[in-house]
């Protein structure tokens, strides 16, 4: 049987009972570390939990050699860990479907994901739109329209009656330096990086500025969270432009981090915006 387990938001305590139970049954343990990761969470703490060695999975596992591991699945018990919730990414439906086009028994357990915790800052979740993904720019590729179209289908480039986009930020993990590689001769890999949510929302206002369709305006409401589910998330609102100030970054603190755009405001999406209003926050602290 292959297993797809969905670990949480915040550390390794957050593995439901039915999730911790069938890991022990299994006899190999795969970390993915491609979708997302949580940052300080090695797979020590989580051997030393489970009592089994634990492999970390990169994107060319996932990607290129997973079937090895679902066949190995077809004779004993797999456990493919997912940080949040199994389904969070179609990397592990397209894993969950190669693995029954090949006659070999999947089974999920699900968990919290930053779909639905994203609630914690107070928006309603049935007001949410399609999600996106927001990666980085580079020198040479800085459209980012695919996003901004699904942004503004959302929102409708209006202040009312939209609805919210829960931005999803780009993480680099395991990525080949192949300026390194051609020196040496041999596969060297760039340290982690994590998008941040103002960075997120300076890459926003920059489309805005070339597009003019206000989906992401510099007055839009906005909300940026970080490491939700953990005991020490940070959630902040303010207009894109607001948080897309470098102090913000200060406030939030390390990664994960996310981004909500807002569509338009309720009363009591309202009092909660207001609560987490950044400069509200500085001056409370102050």
């Known amino acids: 049987m292959l297993y797809l387990i969905g670990l949480g938001l915040g550390d390794e305590s957050d593995i439901t009972v039915r999730g911790l139970e069938v890991v022990k049954t299994c006899k190999r343990i795969l970390l993915e570390s491609y979708t997302s990761i949580l940052p300080g969470l090695g797979k020590e703490r989580l051997e030393a939990l ?5 492999e970390i999975a990169y994107r060319e596992k996932v990607e290129e050699d ?16 997912v940080i ?12 969950y479907l190669r693995a029954l086009r090949l006659g070999v028994q999947v089974e999920v357990v ?73 020196q040496t001769g041999k596969p060297v890999y760039m340290p ?28 839009r409401p906005a909300v940026a969270l970080a490491r939700v589910g953990a005991k020490d998330q940070v959630i902040v609102s303010g207009t894109l432009e607001r948080l897309s100030r470098s102090d913000v970054d200060d ?14 405001l309720h009363d009591l999406e309202k009092e909660f915006f207001e609560h987490f209003n950044i400069d509200n926050r500085k001056a409370r602290e102050d």
């Open 110 to 182: 699900h968990n919290a994901s930053i779909m639905n915790a994203c609630g914690a800052c107070g928006l309603q979740l049935y007001k949410f739109g399609e999600t996106v993904s927001i990666v980085f720019f580079t020198e040479t590729w800085r459209h980012g329209d695919s996003f901004y179209d699904k942004i503004l289908r959302n929102n409708g480039g209006k202040a009312e009656g939209g609805l919210h986009t829960l931005c999803l930020l780009d993480i680099k993990v395991h990525e080949l330096n192949f300026d390194e590689m051609i």
């Open 251 to 264: 406030v939030l603190g390390a990664p994960l981090h996310s981004l909500i755009v807002c569509g338009e």
């Open 192 to 219: 982690p990086t994590f998008m941040k949510a103002s960075l997120a929302a300076s890459q926003l206002l920059e489309i805005e500025e070339r597009r003019k369709d206000g989906a992401c305006s510099p007055d």
């Open 84 to 95: 949040g919730d199994p389904f969070g990414a179609t990397t592990h439906s397209d894993l």
């Open 50 to 54: 489970y009592g089994k060695p634990v």
């Open 66 to 81: 997973i079937e090895e591991v679902i066949e190995e699945a077809r004779e004993e018990n797999v456990a493919f860990l």
